[in-house]
């Protein structure tokens, strides 16, 4: 019998039983057993929201996986391109927050195409399989996303991630109750989710909420949209607050245990449009 969380109660503090999470080689409609289908992009009708919408990027911003994920990806582009296992995680993690088959394309623009696709699925597999089936949200993410749907903010997702992954893993986890909408890679790209979330919440002052320059141009780049940021300290890697800021982020900090108050600051700019233009606050620890 599938997981099912039921919408309208409160979760549970615990799960009553983990789901058990799948190597995908194709599209999976487990998700959609534990809930009604969700419209998908260019169906559902536009709709007014109590206050704002926060759209989250999944891996990086609310799951604490970029390590693992990291270290699968250097691990198959050493094998299929022979780059040296450091300097593809380097090159992963400056190119993160694209889909994995663009980071590919940018990276290796002259292999042949065959061979990024394989690549491509055997890191989508490995992903799954490593990652994801360890993968646990930051320590303060349970009780950020309460505060937040306390406080009347409409929650989303906008992830890479296939949306029925992106789903078992938010069940998994007992945070899906939280989320109204979540959009993954079949959706399309994190400019054409946020693009679509503008579409169904016309009046409301969207933020983006993410963990890489990608994300804060690809909030930029969708007018009404403001960029929000985590900063990241791995292995050889540190994304700061200051790199946030520098490419768009209204406000970034290593934590999003201050976000609801970032927010509350942000809230009557970013309904004027004036936010994205003003000066960016990084927050150091």
Do not use: C
């Amino acid at each position: 019998m599938p997981f099912v969380l039921p919408m309208a109660a409160v979760p549970p503090e615990e799960p009553d039983r983990p789901l058990e999470l799948p190597v995908l080689a194709a599209t999976s409609h487990r998700a959609e057993l534990a809930r009604p289908v969700v419209h998908r992009s260019g169906t559902a009708p536009p709709r007014a929201v109590d206050r704002g919408v926060v759209v989250f990027d999944l891996d990086g911003t609310l799951l604490d996986d970029l390590g693992p994920i990291s270290r699968v990806a250097a691990e198959v582009m050493a094998q299929a391109f022979g780059t040296p296992t450091e300097e593809a995680r380097v090159h992963y993690l400056a190119t993160t927050g694209m889909p994995f088959e663009a980071q590919l394309s940018q990276l290796y623009p002259d292999a042949p195409s065959a061979l990024r696709a394989a690549t491509a699925r055997t890191f989508h597999q490995r992903k799954v399989s490593e990652a994801y089936a360890a993968a646990k949200p930051f320590p303060e993410v349970p009780k950020l996303l309460k505060r937040l749907a306390q406080e009347r903010w409409t929650l989303a997702i906008s992830t890479g991630a296939e949306t029925e992954m992106a789903e078992l893993i938010l069940e998994r986890e007992g945070l899906r109750y939280w989320f109204d909408e979540v959009l993954g890679s079949g959706d399309g790209t994190k400019r054409e989710h946020l693009v679509e979330y503008r579409r169904r919440f016309p009046d409301a002052a969207v933020f983006l909420v993410g963990d890489s320059r990608f994300d804060m141009e690809a909030a930029q780049s969708v007018p009404g949209t403001v960029p929000l940021g985590r900063a990241s300290r791995l292995r050889d890697w540190n994304l700061t607050p200051t790199d946030l800021a520098k490419w768009g982020a209204a406000w970034a900090d290593y934590s999003l245990a201050e976000l609801p108050d970032a927010l509350a600051r942000l809230e009557g700019r970013a309904r004027s449009g004036r936010t994205s233009r003003s000066k960016p606050t990084a927050r150091r620890r």
